[in-house]
C-alpha cells in the first residue's frame, strides 16, 4: 500500500534491534485518515471470505482493526492483555511474547464473543516474529472459529512471522513488506 509506505518512510524511524517507531500515526498517535485507507484495503482484500469479526490484539491493532471492521460490517473483537475484574472466568487464554517489551504476556478473549459460527479476520499492527497472531491464532482455534486470514499493517518479512503463517496456510497480506533496516533505512520488498 503505497500511501502507508510512503508515510513510513516520511516518519518512522528505525530504532537499534530492528524496531521501527511509527507512534506519530499508529502506535501512539493516530492518523483516523490513514487508519479509514487501511480499513478500506483490508476489507477490499478479505471481502470475499465471509469475515463475521475482526479479532485483534490490544492496544495498537485497535484502530486499524475497527476501522476494518466498520468497512466489512461486522464487529471488532479485541484480545486484552490483561483480565479486568469485570471479565469472569468464561475466557480464552494464550501466552504471548512481546520481543518489542521483553515480556510475556497472556491475552485473552470473553468466550461470549467468538464461537464455532464465526469467521476471523486476524489483523495485527505489526507481524515481526509472529507471536501475537499465533496467541489470536490459538484463541480462534480454542474457539472453534474458522480463520479467513491475517492482515498486517507493517510485516517485518526478514523476522519470522510472516513465513510461520504461510507456514500454517492462511491466507496472509501485508500492507507493508519490510524486507531490511539496511543502513538505518527502510527497505520495502521488491524495492530496487
Known amino acids: 500500500m503505497k500511501l ?3 508515510r513510513i518512510k516520511k516518519d518512522g524511524q528505525v530504532l537499534p534491534g530492528d524496531v521501527l517507531k511509527i507512534n506519530s500515526f499508529l502506535n501512539h498517535q493516530v492518523d ?6 487501511i480499513g478500506d484495503e483490508f476489507a477490499r482484500l478479505f471481502k470475499d471470505a465471509g469475515v463475521t469479526k475482526v479479532l485483534t ?6 484502530a486499524p482493526s475497527v476501522m476494518a471492521a466498520y468497512k466489512l460490517g461486522v464487529p471488532m473483537v479485541f484480545a486484552r492483555k490483561k483480565k479486568p475484574s469485570t471479565l469472569n472466568d468464561a475466557v480464552y487464554w494464550a ?3 512481546s520481543y518489542t517489551k521483553k515480556v510475556n504476556n497472556k491475552i ?11 469467521t476471523v479476520l486476524i489483523l495485527d499492527d505489526f507481524v515481526a516474529h509472529g507471536e501475537a497472531v499465533k496467541g489470536m491464532v490459538q484463541i480462534a ?3 472453534g472459529c474458522k480463520i479467513a486470514g491475517v492482515g498486517a ?3 517485518k518479512t526478514f523476522q519470522g512471522g510472516s513465513d510461520w503463517i504461510n507456514e500454517q496456510g492462511l491466507h496472509f497480506e501485508a500492507l507493508a513488506n519490510i524486507d531490511s533496516f539496511k543502513d538505518g533505512q527502510v527497505h520495502f520488498l521488491g524495492e530496487d
Not at 490484539?57 to 485497535?62: D, F, H, K, N, V
Open 153 to 155: 499493517v507493517v510485516a
Open 141 to 143: 482455534q480454542d474457539a
Open 4 to 6: 502507508l509506505e510512503d
Open 95 to 97: 501466552d504471548v511474547f
Open 32 to 37: 483516523p485518515e490513514l487508519m479509514m485507507a
Open 108 to 118: 485473552c478473549v470473553e468466550k461470549k464473543f467468538l464461537s464455532k459460527d464465526d
Open 57 to 62: 490484539c490490544e492496544a495498537s491493532g485497535i
